[in-house]
T-cell receptor, first 109, second 114 residues
């Protein structure tokens, strides 16, 4: 039972352009949604979160959008930089985090 | 404070041996979580503590797994009679009471069972 789904295993974007990472969920009980970034051989790094009662949260180059009726959220990175190249995990939170399988973002110089 | 730390970073063991991992959370964080990550998957929840109380355990946490947080500070995760299927990255995270969902992860312990 995959409660959080990231259907795109990978995404390639040119430096300076927008990166859009997508995530779908099935569990209506999630209180928050969070995005994490992960480099190889490191633990996930918290990026940005959004409450289930909001539809948008912005932090610098990162914006997360939540569409509750569609049970869909997305992470926008503008402008994309080569250092953003990593695996991005979407997660839903109750007492614990439920993660998707991740999307590998490659930002080409 | 330098964040969540985990030791060892890597562990290679033979099948059937017992292993123990340690996690030191961020000092003011009262919640501590253990997750497991295998190749191509996101982290999967194993268990979490609030202070010294273990409040939830996943069904992934078989009888061979035990976790403790005796004084509400560091935590240990022990795996008894390891199996090859236990090979994974074991991640520890911590969070504070005001924002329990905002979890900060350590670098993980990579376990290889041969």
């Amino acid at each position: 039972d995959q409660q959080v789904k990231q259907n795109s295993p990978s995404l390639s974007v040119q430096e300076g352009r927008i990166s859009i990472l997508n995530c779908d969920y099935t569990n209506s009980m999630f209180d928050y949604f969070l995005w994490y970034k992960k480099y190889p051989a490191e633990g996930p790094t918290f990026l940005i979160s959004i409450s289930s009662i909001k539809d948008k949260n912005e932090d610098g180059r990162f914006t997360v959008f939540l569409n509750k009726s569609a049970k869909h959220l997305s992470l926008h990175i503008v402008p994309s930089q080569p250092g953003d190249s990593a695996v991005y995990f979407c997660s839903g939170a109750t007492n614990k985090l439920i993660f998707g399988t991740g999307t590998l973002l490659a930002v080409q110089p | 404070d330098t964040g969540v730390s985990q030791n060892p970073r890597h562990k290679i063991t033979k099948r059937g041996q017992n292993v123990t991992f340690r996690c030191d959370p961020i000092s003011e964080h009262n919640r501590l979580y253990w997750y497991r990550q295998t190749l191509g998957q996101g982290p999967e929840f194993l268990t979490y503590f609030q202070n010294e109380a273990q409040l939830e355990k996943s069904r992934l946490l078989s009888d061979r797994f035990s976790a403790e947080r005796p004084k509400g500070s560091f935590s240990t995760l022990e795996i008894q009679r390891t199996e090859q299927g236990d090979s994974a990255m074991y991640l520890c995270a911590s969070s504070r009471g005001g924002k329990p969902y905002e979890q900060y992860f350590g670098p993980g312990t990579r376990l290889t069972v041969t």
